[in-house]
């Protein structure tokens, strides 16, 4: 079999995951099947079982993909930004991908898949190290602010951040399951009342 460069491999994974992503909308995680993935995507079953073993090692990758965009961003921030500044660059770059309809999309079968697969042993361990991984960073800026005295030091940061990603979970529900479009009038009363109750 012909060797393909890292370009063409992270090409045909890219074509993949769209395809699947698409199905995934359009018929709901339990709905589609790896057979539909190979008819849509045009890559042979072969093919896609290079790459991966199931629709859930599929469905993993998007979530992975999500994560590390959102850690990527945190990375940029500049780091001469207060804390305050940190938080709230943070916590809007992530309601904002609630604005796009595109981003709502993926919604319904994100839920749907956490949902069911929950259950499973061993998806409750992954699903305990995305939380842990999304809140780290948000633990990472409260904690950086205490020290320099921009936060309330009586705060739990593990606790706050807690409530951050639940109001952040909570949103996306309304967003993608409720059709109730975020705006950024709540994008910013949000982050005000996070502010507020650290800067106490």
């Known amino acids: 079999m012909p060797k393909i460069s890292e370009e063409q491999r992270q090409k045909r ?7 699947a992503f698409n199905l995934f909308v359009a018929k709901g995680f339990l709905k589609t099947s790896m057979e539909d993935i190979v008819q849509s995507s045009g890559v042979s ?6 790459y991966f073993s199931s629709k859930e090692d599929i469905f993993l990758k998007m979530a992975e993909d999500r994560l590390i965009e959102r850690k990527k961003y945190y990375q940029t921030l500049p780091k001469k930004l207060s804390s305050e500044e940190k938080l709230r660059r943070n916590i809007s770059y992530i309601l904002n991908k609630l604005t796009s309809d595109d981003y709502l999309k993926g919604i319904k079968f994100i839920n749907e898949f956490w949902a069911i697969k929950c259950r499973e042993e061993g998806y409750q361990e992954i699903t305990l190290r995305r939380v842990r991984l ?4 948000i633990i990472e800026i409260i904690k950086e602010g205490q020290g320099n005295g921009e936060f309330n030091k009586d705060v739990n940061p593990h606790a706050m951040a807690f409530i951050v990603i639940s109001v952040i979970d909570g949103s ?3 967003s993608g399951i409720m059709r109730e479009k975020i705006t950024q009038e709540i994008i ?3 982050i005000d009342m996070v502010i507020g109750y650290l800067s106490k």
């Open 188 to 190: 910013d009363e949000t």
């Open 45 to 50: 079953k072969g093919g896609i079982y290079t």
């Open 172 to 174: 996306a529900g309304t």
């Open 13 to 19: 994974m890219n074509l993949i995951l769209d395809h």
């Open 134 to 137: 999304f809140s780290e960073d």
